[in-house]
């Protein structure tokens, strides 16, 4: 039976990745640190295993993934908290940062020592550290950091024959994104972007951005002068 450890399982993306891959009948091992959410899980397959810990704490994050083995490692927990007219908030920064990039880093030193030739890892990043957006300044830095962190650690893997993809959604509905008060264009849903992603891991996808027209603009506006990225970005984060 194949294995998947995805991370961020509690709600969102991760959480219907996991349904969708143990439907699918993989071993699933679901990691988070809401107890309660993860617990839905296991009423809904009871075949899942749970993963209890914060990976922002590495002593943590070492004690709960130490000897666990998966051919496919998806890391997906993220939160996001915006920085309004322009006033830098150290703290905010440090909490998204803490979770979409060091997070990942985290869990990266525990599991990739423990994976097999032929594995894959995937880190999910966003669109959003395509292009500089409006109060996006801690979620779009730490995206973009997981990029280009994910695109320099795939060339490292390929003498261990780890494979490595760079996930990059656009706007998915999901209890983060409610919480925005802006327009979200070409929203899909979780489970259109769980068959997204599952498609492009099976594939062995250096990269999987979705949905395309939207990652599409983006990747284009991202080649733009500054001053056009402006233009075209800052109405997105207006207040609805």
């Not at 009423?43 to 994050?61: K, N, Q, S, V, Y």
């Not at 322009?86 to 525990?110: D, S, W, Y």
């Amino acid at each position: 039976m194949k294995r998947v450890l995805i991370t961020g399982a509690s709600s969102g993306i991760g959480h219907q990745l996991a349904l969708d891959y143990a439907a699918d009948g993989w071993q699933v091992t679901a990691c988070g640190r809401d107890a309660q959410r993860l617990a839905t899980l296991t009423a809904r397959h009871p075949g899942i295993e749970l993963c209890l810990f914060d990976m922002t704490d590495l002593a943590d994050t070492h004690a709960a993934l130490e000897g666990r083995t998966a051919e496919l490692v998806i890391l997906c927990a993220g939160s996001c908290e915006y920085l309004d007219n322009g006033v830098v908030e150290a703290a905010k920064v440090q909490r998204v940062m803490q979770t979409n990039f060091i997070g990942p880093v985290n869990c990266l030193e525990v599991l990739l020592p423990q994976m097999a030739a032929g594995s894959r890892v995937a880190l999910v990043g966003s669109t959003a550290g395509l292009v500089p957006l409006p109060r996006a300044e801690a979620y779009g830095a730490s995206k973009a950091a997981l990029a280009y962190f994910a695109r320099s650690l795939a060339q490292d893997l390929r003498w261990r024959q780890i494979g490595v993809s760079l996930v990059l959604p656009g706007f998915v509905d999901t209890p983060l994104t409610r919480r925005n008060d802006f327009a979200m264009p070409m929203m899909i849903t979780v489970s259109r972007a769980s068959k997204y992603i599952r498609r492009g891991l099976a594939r062995g996808r250096a990269e999987i951005a979705f949905p395309r027209l939207f990652a599409f603009i983006l990747q284009v506006t991202s080649r733009l002068p500054q001053r056009l990225q402006r233009r075209l970005t800052q109405r997105m984060t207006r207040s609805s």
